[in-house]
């Protein structure tokens, strides 16, 4: 079984290749984003005590994420294992995951920051489903639209370049220290990401068969 974390700065493209190697491997891509807007959509107990706090603009705590993480790792779709793309962000989240779903592997996509403000502020996510383009790496086939759906592409305030290197400078302090918790566990991949979208995907694939996870 694949239990995968894509740890990286925002801009590494973890979120693209989850989606595109979760499909080939058959596993679960899993967003806490995505599992949180879900848990308040069924208005699960979880998801109800969660929507208050994002309701008033606040960080939803670490319990509530990890329990409707464990609920979600609980259902059907997880028996391959699953690709976790966003989580954890700090050490303290990681050693609480560990006893709901310990990791096999963790890769970590490794890309000079000048080029993660260049790939951040070509960043253009569709209005509608949420699906993320980059007009250098990933484009639309259309330009301003979605491939999926037609809906128009927006630019978000937060990939300007000024909030692009405030956000940069939180994750060098806050999730960085991550890298060194998981090579000290002997599960941490590095992945050169500063490449296009299908190289980036050989060089996890090729990192992951070259390490499996046989007898972890």
């Known amino acids: 079984m694949h239990r995968l974390i894509f740890l990286g700065p925002p801009g590494a493209g973890k979120g693209t290749q989850a989606t595109i190697l979760a499909r080939e491997m058959g596993l679960a891509h899993l967003s806490t984003g995505d599992l949180l807007r879900a848990a308040v959509a069924a208005g699960t107990p979880l998801g109800v005590e969660a929507d208050r706090y994002m309701r008033a603009g606040q960080l939803v705590p670490d319990r509530l994420v990890l ?37 096999t592997r963790v890769i970590s996509f490794e890309i000079p920051e000048s080029r993660l403000v260049e790939r951040l502020t070509q960043r253009r996510v569709c209005s509608t489903c949420g699906t993320p383009y980059n007009l250098s790496t990933n484009p639309p086939a259309r330009p301003g639209v979605c491939d999926r759906d037609g809906a128009p592409l927006a630019h978000r305030s937060d990939d300007q370049p000024e909030p692009v290197r405030t956000r940069l400078k939180v994750y060098w302090e806050k999730t960085a220290p991550l890298l060194d918790y998981y090579a000290g566990r002997g599960l941490l991949l590095r992945v050169d990401a500063d490449a296009p979208v299908d190289a980036v995907g050989r060089r996890i694939r090729a990192a992951l068969a070259e390490r499996p996870t046989e007898g972890l």
């Open 67 to 103: 329990g409707i993480l464990e609920e979600r790792v609980g259902e059907t779709d997880t028996a391959a294992g699953f690709i976790l793309d966003g989580f954890p962000r700090t050490v303290p989240q990681a050693t609480a995951l560990e006893r709901i779903a310990p990791a």
